[in-house]
C-alpha cells in the first residue's frame, strides 16, 4: 500500500489534467434514460398496506390466544373425558348424547372462566370442584343397567349437570360482578 500512496503523490499532476470525454457523460445520460425507474410509493397508498398488515397480524395474534386457551381447557377436559368415555361405552346413545351436550355446556363455562381468571390456584380450585362431579357421574354411569332403576339414574344424572352448571354460571356472575365494580372504581 505505501508503493501505491507514493505513485500516486508522484504522479499526482498527471491524475488531475485529465478529464472524461463529453461522449462518456451523453453514454451514461442514454443508459439512464433507458433503465427501467421504479417509483418510489409514497403517501397514503404506502400506508394501506401496513394498515393491512397491521390488522392481519392483530387477528392473528387473536387467533392464536384463542387457539392456546381453547387448547388448554381442551388438554384439562380430556383428561375427565376419557375416564367419562370408557364409562359411557355401554349406555344408550340418548345418554351420551345427553352427556355430550351438557359437556359442552360446561366447556363454554369454563372457557369464559379462563379469559377472566388469571388466578391458576382459583381455577384449580374450580376444576378440583368439577372434578368431584365427574366422579360423581362416573359412578352414575357405571350404576346404569345394574340393579337401581335406570330412570333415577338418568334423574341423577341430569342434577348433577345442572350442579356442575349452576357452580359454573354463580362463579361467572361472582366474577362479572367483581369486573363491574372495578370498572366503576377506576
Known amino acids: ?19 472524461p470525454s463529453p ?10 434514460e433507458e ?3 421504479i417509483p418510489i410509493a409514497t403517501g397514503k397508498r404506502a400506508g394501506i398496506p401496513m394498515q393491512i398488515m397491521r390488522v392481519a397480524a392483530s387477528f392473528l395474534i387473536l387467533a392464536l390466544a384463542a387457539f392456546g ?12 373425558d ?18 355430550q351436550y351438557y359437556e359442552s355446556q360446561v366447556t363454554v363455562s369454563l372457557t369464559q372462566i ?10 384449580n380450585e374450580v376444576k378440583s370442584e368439577l372434578k368431584m362431579l365427574d ?3 362416573g359412578k352414575l354411569f357405571s350404576e346404569y343397567g345394574k340393579e337401581m332403576d335406570d330412570q333415577q339414574i338418568v334423574e341423577a344424572l341430569m342434577n348433577t349437570y345442572r350442579m ?18 372495578a370498572d366503576l372504581s377506576i
Open 69 to 80: 386457551g381453547y387448547q388448554l381447557l381442551n388438554d384439562s377436559n380430556n383428561e375427565m
Open 135 to 137: 366422579d360423581e357421574k
Open 1 to 19: 500500500m505505501d508503493n501505491l500512496e507514493d505513485f500516486i503523490k508522484k504522479n499526482k499532476g498527471e491524475f488531475d489534467s485529465k478529464t
Open 23 to 32: 461522449d462518456l457523460w451523453n453514454r451514461i445520460k442514454e443508459e439512464r
Open 35 to 37: 433503465e427501467k425507474v
Open 114 to 123: 379462563n379469559l377472566i381468571i388469571s388466578d391458576t390456584s382459583i381455577l
Open 164 to 181: 356442575k352448571l349452576q357452580v359454573l354460571e354463580n362463579i361467572l356472575s361472582l366474577l362479572n360482578e367483581n369486573e363491574n365494580e
Open 82 to 99: 376419557n375416564e367419562v368415555t370408557l364409562e359411557t361405552s355401554n349406555l344408550p346413545t340418548e345418554l351420551v348424547e345427553l352427556d
